[in-house]
């Protein structure tokens, strides 16, 4: 398979304890994307990279939480003294955009999602 | 800003009857669109996407899309419904002024009876 996968699938923490949800893209996209979607809500964004450079972060995104993508390859996202409005599924999607392009138009592709429960 | 909405939470449909998932845009500049679908407990899958060019987009699974733009409207649509197509779908655009994220409506949830 060579899509977007995530890893755990499921998650199930105390309140306070720190967890960490890996993501690994598309071989050769460039461009990762981490989402949280709350139940009967879309996707929201939280932040991206492109190659290993972390672009932007959504005023979503905590200090408690963290994200790496340290070979551009891989991502990982961090959430620190978890609480229980954390719990939620965390998307991770890739894309792949040339650099040449000044209008970007790529697709994100996303993989299975991550879900939090924070008890 | 640029935003999404589904105007409608759950959409019912017999199988072999055409449906429609409505969609509304805001956005400042040319509308990048898209539509995923989503099953329980899962990821979202790409259906389609509209950069430019013809208004119909074709895309996986038979789904189809018109855009729409004096009505604001990307509504997606499938010529004859089957129980499988029965899932969350989602309407969303691109925020290329800023980061390249995908701005999500809500989710229509569409029903599809035997």
């Known amino acids: 398979d060579t899509g977007v996968s995530q890893d755990p699938r499921h998650k199930i923490t105390k309140r306070g304890q720190n967890v960490t949800f890996r993501c690994d893209p598309i071989?050769?996209?460039?461009?990762l994307y981490w989402y949280r979607q709350t139940l009967g809500q879309g996707p929201e964004f939280l932040t991206y990279?492109?190659?290993?450079?972390?672009?932007?972060k959504s005023r979503l995104l905590s200090d408690r939480f963290s994200a790496e993508r340290p070979k551009g390859s891989f991502s990982t996202l961090e959430i620190q003294r978890t609480e229980q409005g954390d719990s939620a599924m965390y998307l991770c999607?890739?894309?792949?955009?040339?650099?040449?392009?000044?209008?970007?138009?790529?697709?994100?592709?996303f993989g299975p999602g991550t879900r939090l429960t924070v008890l | 800003a640029q935003s999404v909405a589904q105007p409608e939470d759950q959409v019912n449909v017999a199988e072999g009857n055409p449906l429609t998932v409505k969609c509304t845009y805001s956005?400042?500049?040319?509308?990048?669109l898209f539509w995923y679908v989503q099953y329980p407990n899962r990821g979202l899958q790409f259906l389609l996407k509209?950069?430019?060019?013809?208004?119909l987009v074709k895309g996986s699974y038979g789904f189809e899309a018109e855009f729409n733009k004096s009505q604001t409207s990307f509504h997606l649509k499938k010529p004859s419904a089957l129980v499988s197509d029965s899932a969350l779908y989602f309407c969303?655009?691109?925020?290329?002024?800023?980061?390249?994220?995908?701005?999500f409506g809500t989710g229509t949830r569409l029903q599809v009876f035997p």
């Open positions: 999607a890739s894309s792949f955009a040339p650099t040449s392009q000044r209008v970007v138009t790529d697709t994100q592709y």
């Open positions: 071989s050769e996209h460039n461009r």
């Open positions: 990279f492109q190659n290993e450079a972390q672009l932007e």
């Open positions: 956005v400042s500049g040319n509308p990048y």
């Open positions: 509209y950069i430019t060019g013809d208004n």
């Open positions: 969303a655009v691109r925020d290329f002024y800023n980061t390249d994220k995908l701005i």
